[in-house]
């Protein structure tokens, strides 16, 4: 298995960009399934329902170390939203069963089920996304001037930096 890795100049606006993807997915997720479900009304008890899973979302996340990780690679970052997911689903069920209002069971896993599709859509269009950019786009481009022992051992050098180094060619002049 070929593991890619997070190789953007600005790792620190991916992982910010992931916590407020997430967590607008979250409430985006909620606010829908309220409107398509006229049976639930977005009464008191909702309304704290919705306070918990996104205090419960950030919460997970940092106990897990979901966006503040030193392993920069899809691998972990897809293992590591599972582990924070079935966390943060554990707690709010937990919550349920502990503070006495009657949810509705469809409510509930129609925004538990929409908010993991959208995690794993999410991911994915990212990880598509930045598998065809890193192709050619965020690549340095390089011509090496001279053909010499010293360009060719610069070739070599530059070999071991494929996925950020694009080298052009090697140019000589006649004279």
């Known amino acids: 298995m070929k593991v890619h890795h997070f190789h953007y100049g600005n790792n620190n606006f991916i992982k910010l960009s992931f916590a407020l993807f997430d967590l607008i997915s979250l409430n985006i997720c909620y606010a829908v399934i309220i409107a398509i479900l006229h049976r639930v009304n977005n009464s008191k008890p909702y309304i704290i329902l919705s306070i918990v899973i996104n205090l419960s979302w950030i ?26 997911y079935t966390l943060f689903l554990g707690f709010n069920l937990l919550f349920i069963f502990f503070y006495h209002f009657s949810y509705s069971r469809v409510f509930v896993s129609l925004v538990f089920a929409g908010f993991c599709f959208l995690l794993i859509l999410g991911r994915s269009i990212f990880f598509v996304l930045s598998y065809f950019m890193g192709k050619s786009i965020n690549k340095k ?13 610069l070739i070599e050098h530059f070999k071991g930096y494929k996925k950020t180094i694009n080298i052009q060619g090697v140019f000589e002049s006649y004279n």
């Open 59 to 84: 919460l997970c996340s940092y106990l897990t170390t979901l966006y503040i990780s030193k392993k920069p690679d899809y691998f972990y970052f897809f293992k590591n939203s599972f582990q924070t």
């Open 141 to 153: 481009q390089i011509a090496i001037i001279g053909c010499n022992d010293t360009s060719r051992t």
